[in-house]
């Protein structure tokens, strides 16, 4: 992350005595001592700012040990972080510019009810691009590249509950579609090996899609995102292309959801 260019030196010095309490695991608090020196300002300049954030209840003061801690008042606005950053309310630039830049259809798919549901569509191509943010259209967990991301991480159990099949028989849609609980399970563990997905013509004749996983502040995988083309424009160079915006793209759209991994 850039440096900021206006910096404020009290404001500065004020985050960082919070990132320091931030550090403290222990109920006492740090002194105005120990502000002091780690900060390298004067006593009377740490207690300026410890009033002031006191005063915003963003620190508190242990009364037993004359010492300082977090305070509540910095958990409550902490609690409207993952509200704020929801995946519904995400800023639909990033799939936009995704899509111009592959010029290919861009997916954001999320887990519902043992489908895929698609809550974002950007339809791209060479001559235009159409947004669709709530599109709505429910595919195969088993047969699809979202899919497969969507399910990849959870529990074998859950995974076989999850899937709608015959004595372990899937539903086939087109003749490469993975047809038996256990291969499906297999191509699940080379998904999480090589942390992406493809779907390869298996649930649509003629269409190829990458895929790969968004995440949220927990590390959850919580919806995937998706470049489909048609399968005559795939090439080894355009797959390596799309899974390299792929990466860019998750990593930015993951880290506006609190994943820092």
């Known amino acids: 992350m850039e440096k900021p260019k206006y910096p404020v030196q009290t404001v500065i010095k004020a985050l960082e005595i919070i ?20 900060l390298g300002l004067g006593k009377s300049t740490i207690h300026r700012i410890l009033d002031l954030l006191m005063y915003y209840r963003y620190i508190d003061k242990n009364e037993e040990t004359n010492k300082y801690r977090l305070g509540w008042g910095l958990y409550t606005a ?14 639909p630039a990033l799939l936009i510019d995704l899509s111009k830049r592959v010029h290919e259809t861009v997916n954001v798919g999320v887990m519902r009810g043992g489908e895929v549901v698609i809550i974002s569509k950007i339809e791209g191509s060479q001559q235009n691009l159409q ?16 899919g497969k991301i969507l399910v990849s991480e959870l529990p074998e159990e859950q995974v076989r509950d999850l899937m709608d099949s015959d004595r372990g028989r899937l539903k086939k849609y087109t003749h490469n579609t993975i047809l038996m609980i256990d291969e499906y399970l297999k191509e ?10 493809v779907d390869n013509e298996e649930f649509c004749i003629g269409l190829y899609c990458l895929s790969m996983p968004i995440r949220d502040y927990t590390g959850k ?8 083309t048609p399968y005559a424009r795939i090439t080894e160079a355009k797959k390596q292309e799309i899974l390299d915006y792929l990466s860019e793209y998750i990593t930015k759209i993951s880290a506006n959801l609190g994943y820092s991994g």
């Not at 902490?78 to 800023?91: A, F, S």
């Not at 699940?188 to 997905?197: D, F, S």
């Not at 995988?221 to 489909?228: E, G, K, N, P, R």
Request: net charge neutral; glycine share 8%; proline share 3%.
């Open 188 to 197: 699940l563990e080379k998904v999480r090996k090589q942390g992406y997905a």
């Open 78 to 91: 902490g609690q409207m972080v993952p509200k704020q950053n929801q995946l519904y309310n995400m800023d």
């Open 221 to 228: 995988i919580i919806a995937a995102l998706s470049v489909s």
């Open 131 to 146: 947004v669709n943010m709530q599109p709505g259209e429910h595919e195969a967990l088993h047969a699809t590249a979202l």
């Open 19 to 38: 990132e320091i309490l931030a550090q403290d695991s222990t109920s006492r608090g740090i002194g105005i001592s120990e502000l002091s020196r780690k």
